[in-house]
C-alpha cells in the first residue's frame, strides 16, 4: 500500500511547491527589473535637472552649431560619459527634433524605431516612458529603455534617454532562481521525509492487522493487534479486529471442545457395542454376511471417532518446535511403512539428502508423514511405487510424497484436505477422510504447510514443507 500512497502524497506535495515556486520566481524577476527601471528613473531625473541649465529654451539645437560642439554642455557631457564608462549605459539628452544636446557614447542617437523611440514620443507628450517588457535570464540580447522629459515653464524642451544592457539583471534573476529553486529542492526532501514517516504512521497498524490476519488465518489464533497506533480509525479497527478474534477464538476452542467431548464419550459405548457385536457373532453360524457388515461398519465408526479426537488435539496442542533431523526422521517413517507397502507389492522408496535440518515439532512431523505416506500407499496399485524425497531450499525443508496411483482431477485437488471429504471414486476404500486434514493441522502449529499436485503421467504428489529458522529469528 505505501508504493501506491507514497507516490500520490509526493506528487501533490510537488504540485504545491510547484504552484508556489512559478509565482515566486516571477514575482522576484520583476522586483529585481523593478528596482533596475527604479534606478534608471532616478538617473535620468538627476540628467534632466543638468540639462535644464544647459538647454535653450526654444528646445531645439542653436543655429549654426550642433549639441557636441557647444561648450556650455561640457559638465553634463563629462557627467553622461563617466556613467556610461562606469555602468556600460547608454544615455543621452536630445531636443525635440532629436538633435543631441549631449550623448554617451557620443555617436548615440534615437533610434527610428523599437523601444527607444516608443519611449522618446512618450516622454516629448511629457509622460515618463511605460514600464519595459519584462527581461527573462535566456533573452541574451535584452535592453532596457527609460526616458524621462526635460520640463521648462510647463513645456518639454528635451528627453533624457537610457538604454541600459540587461546582462547584470538576467545573472541576479537566474540567482535568485537557483536559490529558490535549491529552497524547493530542500522542502521537496523534507517534504519527502515527512511523507515517509507520515505513511509509516499510518499504514503500521495496516501491516499489523494483515500479520495478525495472516497468522489467525494459519490457526495462530492467540494473535492480536497492538492498538496503540496510528490514525483514531485504525486504532479503533484495531480493537474491533481483536475483539472478532477473541470470538472467533472462543468458538473454535468451544467446538474443539464439543468434538474432543463427544468423540471421547462416544468411543465408551461403541466399544461396548462392538463388544455385544463380537458376542453374538459367536452365536451365529461363521460367515454370517450380516454380523460381518456390522462388524465392519462399527470399526469405521470407531476409527472415525478417535480420529476426530485426534483432529481436536492436533488444532489444540502447541507445537513443541526445536531442530529436527527430517532426513533421518523421513527414514525412520519410511522403514516403519516398508512393510506394509511389502505386503501390497507396492515399493517405497526415498531419495534426496540424507541429513536435512528444520525448526519443528518431530511428533507432528512424523503424525502428519504418517497420514501422507499411509494415503500414498493406500491408492498406489501393487507393482508401482512410491517416492519420498527430502530436499532444502533457502528457508525452508521440503519432504515431498509422489505415488503413481490414480490421482485426482483439477476440481478434486482444490478439496483435498477438507474435512470428511473423499473423491467419489474412491469411497470403497477405507478411510474417515480425516487423515489429511489432521496433517494440516498439526503442520500448521509449528509453521509448516501441506500441498498438493497432479503427478504425470499419473498419480498425487504432496509436498510437506518446514521453516528451517526457529521462530523470532
Known sequence: ??????????????????????????????????????????DTARFAALALTETPASGSAPSGTTGRDDDRRGPLSEDLKRYHAVYGIKAGVFYRNREALAAAPEDWTVPGSGDADEAFREALASRRSHDPEQVWPWQRNGRLVVASPVVRDGDVIAVVLTDSPTGQLRSRILRGWLLIGAGEAAAMLLAVGLAFRLTGWVLRPVRILDAATHDIATGRMNSRVAASGGPPELRRLARSFNEMADNVEEVLE?????????????????????????????????????????RTEGKRLAQVLDDLLDLALAEHAPADLKVTDIGALTAERIAAWSPVAQDKGVRLTASGAAATTAWADPVALSSALDAVIDNAVKFTAPGESVEVRVAADGDTSTITVTDLGP??????????????????????????????SISRALLAAGGGSISYAAHEPHGLRVTVTVPRTGPGT
Not at 500500500?1 to 515556486?21: C, E, N, Q, S, Y
Not at 476440481?411 to 484436505?417: A, C, M, P, T
Request: net charge negative; hydrophobic share 50%; proline share 4%.
Open 1 to 42: 500500500m505505501r508504493t501506491r500512497l507514497l507516490p500520490l502524497l509526493i506528487v501533490l506535495m510537488a504540485g504545491v511547491l510547484l504552484a508556489l515556486g512559478f509565482p515566486l520566481a516571477v514575482s522576484f524577476a520583476a522586483a529585481e527589473q523593478q528596482e533596475v527601471v527604479v534606478d534608471r528613473i532616478d
Open 254 to 294: 468451544q467446538q474443539r471442545a464439543f468434538v474432543a467431548d463427544a468423540s471421547h464419550q462416544l468411543r465408551n459405548p461403541l466399544a461396548a457395542l462392538l463388544l455385544r457385536i463380537e458376542l453374538l457373532a459367536l452365536e451365529l453360524p461363521e460367515g454370517n454376511e450380516e454380523i460381518a457388515s456390522v
Open 407 to 436: 490421482g485426482l482431477s483439477a476440481e478434486e485437488l482444490e478439496r483435498i484436505g477438507d474435512r470428511f471429504w473423499r473423491s467419489s471414486r474412491h469411497q470403497n476404500v477405507r478411510g474417515s477422510g480425516l487423515g489429511l
